[in-house]
Nanobody
Framework: QVQLVESGGGLVQPGGSLRLSCAAS????????MGWYRQAPGKQRELVAD????????YADSVQGRFTISRDNAKKTTVYLQMNSLKPEDTAVYYC??????????????WGQGTQVTVSS
């Protein structure tokens, strides 16, 4: 059906930057909302940021001003999360989620496999 592949996670020092990417493939008619979530050990998964097909964005208070979500307007199936001024509390597994209108199966919410982000000195 639809698959999401994430990349860009890793280990970074406090104050550093990382850029996450998430690319969708499969039987896609259109992609509505794209978003990034994260889950730290022992905590619930939480929304980090999302972006609508019209380009409206929404951020968690904890990342406002440090993270930027964007869509690839050319590819239309890729979303990015630029993370600056990273803090140890940003350490988590980051998941991409897309709400996709498929060619044969209606509207689906699809999740990526997750990518680890570790902020540590």
């Amino acid at each position: 059906q639809v698959q999401l592949v994430e990349s860009g996670g890793g280990l970074v020092q406090p104050g550093g930057s990382l850029r996450l990417s998430c690319a969708a493939s499969g039987s896609i008619f259109s992609i509505n909302t794209m978003g990034w979530y994260r889950q730290a050990p022992g905590k619930q998964r939480e929304l980090v940021a999302d972006i609508t097909s019209g380009g409206s964005t929404n951020y968690a208070d904890s990342v406002q001003g440090r993270f930027t979500i964007s869509r690839d307007n050319a590819k239309k199936t890729t979303v990015y999360l630029q993370m600056n001024s990273l803090k140890p509390e940003d350490t988590a597994v980051y998941y991409c989620k897309m709400v996709v209108t498929t060619l044969r199966s209606g509207v689906l919410a699809v999740w990526g496999q997750g990518t680890q982000v570790t902020v540590s000195s």
